[in-house]
């Protein structure tokens, strides 16, 4: 097995390893909330629906690539190409949206009860289930290029001159037009919720400057909770940036580059960075988010019936 695909191979096995449990542990806690609650909070349902989104991410892209990589199954055909290019590019821009959605749904929760955004926070949360089904129709309808022009890395559609390389994948463009024209739609498609949510943050982060100011000197006995949420999708936000920056970078860069063109070497990249944000963002969720940290403590240690009702009480 040649050093590049046994590195590969490793780097994709580091991200199923962290990806996957964290992920699951991040739905776990939210279904006990919900058996325990009967109910979860809007927030929380975007949190879990960014979970769940993210683990495809890892399972079908980082998964899939380590067994393909250390040679343990035959997946990357035309069909299995077209599959896994759809489903993984849907559920990445699935996860930017979310990540977007719960950033703005924050920035509405630190408003004033009784003003104009407080009324549509509630709008938004009685409508959630649209919300979700919007996204999941219009990050499909983008995705759907990928059914077409994907194709297994060993058809003769690899010779041809407009496409991109993914290792054991070839996706192939009709034109050059085609492949700046796809490439225009997905930079657009990331960068446009990047553009909002990063306003979203500010506006989070200009509230808990202000909050700051105000309770100097002072303890604050209220809004803790909703102070460490901020904060929590703070990061989450940054993480997306940074990482997704990079994502789209190396994209533009292969649309500009005609010898990246011919090379899966910035297409893993690209992967491994967009991949890099659904493997990290479980972590960010169970060390910043009370609830789910709180959940998971109390399952693993296995306390008595009264002593985790104690606990889920101080979240």
């Not at 035959?74 to 190409?81: E, L």
């Not at 997306?240 to 580059?257: E, F, M, S």
Request: aromatic content about 10%; glycine content about 6%.
């Amino acid at each position: 097995m040649p050093s590049e695909v046994l590195v590969r191979g490793a780097l994709y096995l580091s991200l199923t390893v962290v990806g996957v449990p964290g992920n699951a542990a991040v739905i776990l806690a939210f279904l006990l909330l919900l058996y325990q609650e009967s109910r979860l909070l809007p927030s929380d349902v975007i949190v879990l629906h960014l979970a769940c989104v993210n683990m495809l991410v890892v399972v079908v892209r980082c998964l899939l690539e380590t067994l393909a990589s250390f040679r343990l199954a035959v997946i990357f055909g035309d069909v299995g190409c077209k599959a896994v290019i759809f489903v993984y590019r849907t559920c990445r821009s699935l996860s930017i949206w979310l990540t977007f959605a719960l950033s703005a749904y924050q920035s509405l929760s630190i408003v004033p009860p009784g003003s104009r955004w407080a009324s549509f926070r509630h709008t938004v949360a009685q409508h959630l289930g649209f919300v979700f089904l919007f996204l999941w129709l219009l990050n499909t309808c983008m995705s759907s290029a990928a059914i077409l022009f994907s194709f297994g890395a060993g058809s003769n559609s690899s010779a041809a001159n407009h496409g991109i390389n993914v290792q054991f994948c070839y996706v192939k463009f009709p034109s050059k037009l085609s492949i700046e024209a796809n490439g225009a739609v997905q930079v657009g498609r990331d960068v446009v919720p990047m553009a909002l949510m990063t306003l979203a943050s500010l506006i989070i982060l200009v509230f808990l400057y202000r909050h700051s100011r105000q309770v100097k000197g002072l303890r604050s006995s209220g809004g803790g909770a909703e102070q460490r949420a901020a904060k929590a999708v703070v990061a989450l936000v940054t993480l997306y940036v940074v990482l997704y920056g990079v994502d789209n970078g190396l994209w533009v860069y292969t649309l500009t580059a005609r010898k990246a063109m011919a090379s899966s070497l910035i297409s893993d990249l690209r992967i491994f960075f967009s991949s890099l944000y659904a493997t990290l963002s479980p972590v960010v969720i169970i060390a910043s988010n009370r609830k789910v940290n709180g959940v998971l403590r109390c399952d693993v240690r296995r306390k008595p019936v009264q002593e985790r009702d104690t606990c889920l009480s101080t979240m």
